[in-house]
């Protein structure tokens, strides 16, 4: 009784939501929300509508349990090594108006660690032994062994689901259960309804533990294509873009008074990555790539510089290594090596490739050294920088043959390996451990599609992953030692630019959930357009 | 009136299953396996591979293939896309059809109406400098790829000047229980510049035709006579000349639908339309070939009922074409 | 047969809207191949930093976003073009004729099965004839570009080159011929092929401005000849995404396609006036 009094005068005390936003976005999200969702569409919608137990800090260090912030977990504290207790916030419910639990909690993360039903996160939560539950409001999380991303496991990879209605529906149909086509979470916002292929609304939640979230209407509308998203927003349909093209478009939106660009750090690298094996082959090395001085000479050849700047403007900057420059593990100190064209033709003809027959294409035994190098056609700045890679390699002998895909497609072909080169984007987890999947030999079932492996690697990354004492410089030796490989020309880190229409006031955007804080924002009642004046029940 | 109706669906029939066949034997005659094509994209197992196999007779003699492959089709069965697996072809076909409907229907009328009027104006200005003139600009028109008279458009209408949307069907937000009018209004909007880039590179062969057959008319007996009854120029050609002169544009009806379903692919692209040539270019980009082959067919089967149409408005409207 | 062709070259010519059409081709030709050798290799990107530069002294018609001289890549880009298409008409008018001839010659059942397939095929746009066989290749070579363009573009000439043949072969020197003897090839090449040319050349220069813009709507689609070889089509393509700031890489490539077009069907149209004054 004391409990619903206090909310009820709480919510007397807050603003009532107004004001909307409406978001355009690339690619449909068809199953928004936690345990199924994998691209950027799901990731944001799971986030707006669903907390975790504990978000990351500002210093995004995903080691040990101090560099995070509560959400459903109000306090934690650490029982021995092996063993996180976490104590939930008293005040979260689901938007059926159901407390969350930590039956719920113990609900999602046992159903995420069935390596039947969820493979991937089964994969993230193997040291995660077993989840308790000590009362309505306390969870206990035993690990198998201690290692120091246990806390980042624990909370990062999962958002609790509610376990009364998830639980009732059968366990391998959750993806085509009611539950996606209108989810209930304890966050920030409701889910409203969906237009297939064109939008989803979202409302506030009025009820929301936090706070009610001031902006009351959430609009986010599909639409594939740069130029169309460029022109929603210029037309003024759209107050927000979620990722704008650096390749053309940011002067184009930045002109314009009502829109301020917002860069937003990511977690992307890009790289130009190589198949170590055969075209569409793993049985076989690959006939030129599986030499590292083909690879060097390939890196030699590429001015980095030039393409990222060309590409990417301000929004990109030449990558050290596999890791983005946000990483807490970054070293500052290691440069990128600068471009000697004359190098490369050395390598190059030192492995026995020369112009023998004179049409400017490098050639050994009869065969010219050809590449086919595979990408994304959507994103105008990855065929930009697959255009300019194919120019720098010209000069030096290397044809390459650019094939353009849609998305789709084009992740379809890099799991089959059918590429010689792949202009791979990588938009890592805030954790070094990200590192396993892409560069070590576990990896070449799952994400390591150039399938790289170097035993050195695995076992320098296992052991940072497990150090008892600082992992730091175990980290760093790691990305040493790719780099001395060449499993790839590591390109670019991207910064996002985040379109937002200037009456937004309050705004602030995190790296790993850039719609994690929008509850937060607010309007400028001055600025306010027609379509904020609507209240939201 | 039955037995010809009879004779000419017959004929289509025939027409549509030669154009089956000649789909099924592209697909075939081509080098590879087509459902390694079909596939080679798309990660599908073992087990669904044949399946598939199965499912599309592969292990059969070709003969037996096309068979089973038109039974189906007859069926209205076109398969299963690739990209949106396990969407039916049909399926998404059929949401696609209304949208490229109203706007192939759009550039027929402003074809029809803007393309006969003025081609009736260059006939009666024969040799004069709007008759000059007008056949140079619709030419320049037919000479212009759709897709960048489309991106132009969009430049100067929406970039610039913003007067028009630039893409899409409808204004994502407005709200769908809008009043009629609202909606209506809307969707006019977004329909004008798809529509006037599809009829700007079509409109050369209406007004060509329509000018012919004008002069042709011109000459004839009746008109001469109606001139001589006193009547003013202008009623003379709209009253009597420009009735008889249709028939001939009628004929044109076959002609232009090849050339609009193939500009809608260029053009619905470039415009977000949701419509069939929007689709076919998805099926590309997606490598989805049951798809592009189930547009491919229902395409050709508009081709082909298009002209049964025109020959049917003929038949009606010009008694000579009944005789046997 | 000569004496007719140049009588209606020589028609064709005295109208203006031919001789416009014929002098436009005849400098584009010259320009293509005179200044070809001054102007910069169109796949060197000579500032990358700089970006799509307007038109200037240097540049008459602006840079693309590479900085690549784009009057050197449309240049380019008409010997890609005019060489594509007038590969593949030459191939899809012999198809058309052979087919044409055979069927009207032969008659009968040869006939029958011939126009039928031909009616069918034409029900079928051609883009999406097109579409499905170049899908086949990942980026398809040249030479199949002009073939499979080339394979699919016969079937009207095949249908006036039969009507012709139909036409002619109730003349009485024809028949007079085959009275005396002569054999059908002979027949057909002495007498009737010729009496076609005509007619045969009016398809063929109409079929020209049409596959110069399958070509580009080919690349316009991605599925055209490969980067860096300059295309239309393809420079279009590159421009959509920047005709809002740098508008002039895609103004000036579309604008050769609409030039080249227009005169190749000027001349085309005045021929066939010339051909069959009816129309005129």
């Known amino acids: 009784m004391l409990v619903f009094g206090t909310s009820a005068y709480l919510h007397a005390q807050r603003p009532p939501s107004r004001g909307t936003i409406v978001i355009v976005v690339p690619g449909e999200a068809r199953l928004p929300i936690p345990t199924l969702a994998r691209v950027r569409a799901e990731q944001d919608l799971s986030d707006l509508m669903f907390l975790r137990l504990a978000r990351l800090g500002p210093t995004f260090t995903t080691a040990g349990d101090q560099g995070f912030l509560p959400e459903l977990a109000r306090s934690w504290s650490r029982r021995d090594s092996l063993t996180l207790v976490f104590e939930l916030d008293p005040r979260a419910e689901w938007q059926d108006s159901t407390p969350v639990t930590s039956h719920d909690v113990v609900f999602t993360l046992t159903r995420a660690r069935d390596p039947v039903l969820d493979p991937a996160h089964a994969l993230l939560l193997q040291y995660v032994d077993r989840v308790t539950a000590e009362g309505d409001h306390r969870v206990v999380v035993h690990f198998s062994r201690a290692y120091a991303e246990q806390f980042y496991d624990a909370t990062y990879h999962v958002q609790p689901l509610p376990a009364h209605i998830v639980s009732r529906i059968p366990r391998d149909s959750l993806a085509t259960s009611n539950f996606v086509k209108q989810p209930i979470g304890s966050g920030p916002y409701r889910w409203v309804r969906r237009e297939p292929g064109r939008s989803i609304e979202l409302a506030a939640n009025p009820r929301f533990f936090l706070g009610r979230p001031h902006i009351g209407r959430i609009l986010i509308l599909i639409a594939r294509d740069p130029e169309a998203q460029l022109n929603l927003a210029l037309e003024g349909t759209v107050d927000a873009i979620e990722s704008v093209s650096p390749y053309g478009n940011i002067p184009r939106i930045a002109e314009r008074p009502e829109f301020k660009i917002h860069p937003v750090r990511t977690f992307a690298v890009g790289y130009l990555l190589f198949n170590q094996h055969a075209y569409g082959d793993t049985t076989k090395p690959h006939p030129i790539l599986s030499d590292v001085r083909v690879r060097r000479a390939i890196l030699a050849a590429l001015d980095r510089t030039a393409i990222v700047k060309s590409a990417l403007g301000a929004y990109g900057e030449v990558a050290e290594g596999p890791i983005p420059r946000m990483s807490w593990i970054r070293d500052s100190t290691a440069k990128p090596t600068p471009p000697n064209a004359s190098a490369a033709k050395a390598l190059l003809t030192a492995v026995g490739w020369t112009d023998h027959d004179g049409d400017g294409v490098l050639d050994r035994d009869g065969v010219p050294l050809t590449l086919r190098l595979i990408l994304p056609s959507v994103s105008p700045y990855r065929v930009a920088i697959g255009l300019l890679i194919q120019e720098q390699l010209r000069p030096i002998g290397i044809k390459v043959d650019l094939i353009q895909l849609d998305g789709p497609v084009w992740a379809d072909r890099r799991g089959r390996r059918e590429f010689d080169m792949d202009l791979s984007q990588g938009n890592l987890d805030p954790t070094p451990s990200g590192l396993v999947q892409s560069w070590t030999c576990a990896g070449q079932t799952g994400s390591n599609v150039g399938g790289f492996c170097d035993s050195r690697v695995d076992s320098l990354v296992a052991k940072a992953r497990f150090a008892r004492a600082d992992p730091l410089p175990l980290w760093r030796q790691v990305i040493r030692t790719i780099n001395d490989d060449v499993p790839a020309v590591f390109l670019y880190t991207l910064t996002n630019a985040m379109a937002l229409h200037r009456r937004y006031t309050n705004v602030s955007i995190r790296p790993e959930s850039w719609w994690g804080n929008l509850w937060q924002w607010s309007i400028d009642p001055a600025q306010a357009i027609a379509r904020d004046r609507a209240l939201t029940p | ?324 | 047969m000569r004496g007719s062709l140049k009588r209606v070259f020589a028609t064709a010519w005295h109208t203006p809207s031919g001789q416009v059409g014929a002098v436009t081709l005849l400098l584009i030709a010259l320009v293509a191949v005179t200044i070809t050798p001054f102007l910069p290799d169109p796949r060197i990107m000579p500032d990358l930093s700089g970006g799509a530069a307007p038109p200037s002294f240097a540049h008459p018609f602006g840079t693309d976003a590479f900085s690549r001289d784009i009057l050197s890549r449309v240049v380019h880009g008409a010997r890609v073009s005019l060489s594509i298409a007038a590969l593949a008409v030459a191939l899809s008018i012999s198809l058309g004729a052979a087919v044409g001839t055979t069927a009207g010659y032969f008659g009968g059942w040869v006939d029958a099965v011939l126009m039928r397939s031909v009616d069918a095929a034409m029900a079928i746009p051609r883009l999406f004839i097109l579409l499905l066989l170049v899908l086949v290749w990942e980026r398809i070579p040249p030479a199949a570009l002009v073939a499979v363009i080339g394979a699919t573009g016969w079937f009207a000439t095949s249908r006036l080159v039969r009507g012709e043949v139909l036409r002619l072969r109730e003349l009485d020197y024809i028949r007079a011929a085959k009275a005396l003897g002569a054999g059908s090839p002979g027949i057909i090449f002495r007498h009737v092929l010729p009496n076609t040319l005509g007619p045969l050349i009016v398809a063929a220069t109409l079929g020209v401005g049409e596959v110069i813009l399958l070509e580009a709507g080919l690349s316009f689609l991605g599925l055209g000849i490969a980067p860096p070889t300059p295309t239309w089509g393809g420079m279009v393509h590159d421009s959509e995404s920047l005709m809002a700031t740098a508008p002039w890489t895609g103004l000036f490539p579309g604008a050769a396609i609409v030039i080249t077009v227009l005169a190749v069907n000027l001349w085309g149209e005045a021929m066939r006036a010339a051909v069959d004054p009816r129309t005129a």
């Open chain 2, 1 to 324: 009136m039955i037995g010809w109706l009879i004779r000419r669906g017959l004929q289509a029939v025939l027409t549509f299953a030669a154009a089956i066949v000649i789909l099924f034997f592209l697909m075939r005659v081509t080098p590879g396996d087509p459902l390694m094509r079909m596939t080679e994209d798309r990660q599908i197992s073992v087990a669904e591979m044949a399946r598939l196999k199965h499912r599309f007779g592969l292990d059969q003699p070709l003969a037996l293939q096309f068979i089973t492959f038109t039974s189906a089709a007859i069926r209205g069965d076109l398969g299963v896309s690739i990209y949106r697996y396990p969407d039916r072809v049909l399926d998404l076909i059929v949401a696609r059809l209304p949208a490229s409907l109203l706007l192939g229907g759009t550039v027929l009328l402003l074809n029809f109406t803007i393309g006969v009027w003025l081609g009736v104006l260059q006939a009666a200005r024969r040799g004069q400098f709007i008759d000059r003139w007008l056949t140079r600009l619709s030419l320049s028109g037919y000479a212009m790829p759709s897709f960048w008279l489309a991106l132009v458009l969009v430049y100067f209408l929406s970039t610039r000047w913003r007067l028009l949307p630039s893409a899409q069907m409808t204004d994502p937000l407005l709200d769908p229980s809008a009043p009629f009018a609202v909606r209506t209004f809307d969707l006019l909007r977004h329909l004008l510049m798809p529509a006037f880039t599809l009829a700007i590179v079509t409109i050369a062969a209406t007004m060509q035709y329509q000018r012919t057959a004008m002069l042709e008319v011109l000459r004839l007996d009746f008109v001469l006579a109606a001139r001589a009854r006193g009547l003013t120029e202008s009623q003379v050609r709209w009253r009597h000349a420009w009735r008889n002169a249709l028939f001939p544009v009628l004929t044109l009806f076959g002609l232009w639908l090849p050339i609009l379903v193939s500009g809608s692919v260029f053009v619905e692209r470039i415009f977000n339309w949701p419509g069939l040539g929007s689709l076919a270019w998805e099926a590309i980009n997606g490598r989805d070939y049951p798809l592009l082959l189930g547009t491919s067919m229902i395409v050709t089967l508009l081709v082909i009922l298009g002209g049964v149409c025109t020959d049917l408005g003929y038949w009606l409207l010009d008694p000579r074409v009944r005789r046997p």
